[in-house]
């Protein structure tokens, strides 16, 4: 089974700029593991920021952003603001339908 | 607008039944795979079960193979956990969730707290 690796937490300033990664144990992350980015705050339900590597939904706010980093899925976040204090946990797909998240990543503001 | 709604949870016993429910509005259910999805109180997500748009298909995580069943009724634009032979382990929130080419969506989540 694979598995998933994110960094367990990170920290960036208000209006500062960080990039969360998303790693296989298989190798590279390509745009075939479908990478999917999820925003968790404490007490909701997990919201899909990005889909597809890059694809954003009409919700996601234009300061975040997917993309494919050094063969892993990553999201950027830029210009952070308070309200991004969350827990962010990305999803990649293998072959037989095989689905996998990552542990999460806690992302403080401050 | 996409809504997805899950409801069956509780508190049930070690090694008791629980069917878990989740009603689909806002798009064409039918032609969606689907899948569940848990959280262990305090913890990360864990993928729970697939299946295919038409039913023909599941697929499910080793840590719930041969003890849960994943469902749908397209008639009813309903998917459903058939969990059996549950574990104190088996306590989380559970959530439906539609997660593909069109996007991610993502129910409000029901708790399922297997303890005797």
């Known amino acids: 089974q694979a598995v998933v690796t994110q960094e367990p937490s990170l920290t960036v300033s208000p209006g500062g700029t960080v990039t969360l990664t998303c790693g296989s144990s298989?190798?590279?992350?390509?745009?075939?593991?479908?990478p999917y980015w999820f925003q968790q705050k404490p007490g909701q339900a997990p919201r899909t920021l990005i889909y597809d590597t890059n694809n954003k939904h009409s919700w996601t706010p234009a300061r975040f952003s997917g993309s494919l980093l050094g063969g892993k899925a990553a999201l950027t976040l830029s210009g952070a603001q308070p309200e991004d204090e969350a827990e962010y946990y990305c999803l990649l797909s293998y072959s037989g339908a095989r689905v996998v998240f990552g542990g999460g990543t806690k992302l403080t503001v401050l | 607008q996409v809504q997805l709604v899950e409801s069956g949870g509780g508190v049930v016993q070690p090694g008791r039944s629980l069917r878990l429910s989740c009603a689909a509005s806002g798009f064409t259910f039918s032609s969606y795979h689907m899948h569940w999805v848990r959280q262990a109180p305090a913890k990360g997500l864990e993928w729970v079960a697939l299946i295919s748009y038409d039913g023909t298909n599941k697929y499910y995580a080793d840590s719930v193979k041969g003890r849960f069943t994943i469902s749908r009724d397209n008639s009813k634009n309903t998917l459903y956990l058939q969990m059996n032979s549950l574990r104190a382990e088996d306590t989380a929130v559970y959530y439906c969730?539609?997660?593909?080419?069109?996007?991610?969506?993502w129910g409000q989540g029901t708790l399922v707290t297997v303890s005797s």
């Open positions: 969730a539609k997660v593909g080419a069109a996007g991610g969506y």
């Open positions: 298989t190798g590279a992350v390509t745009s075939g593991h479908y």
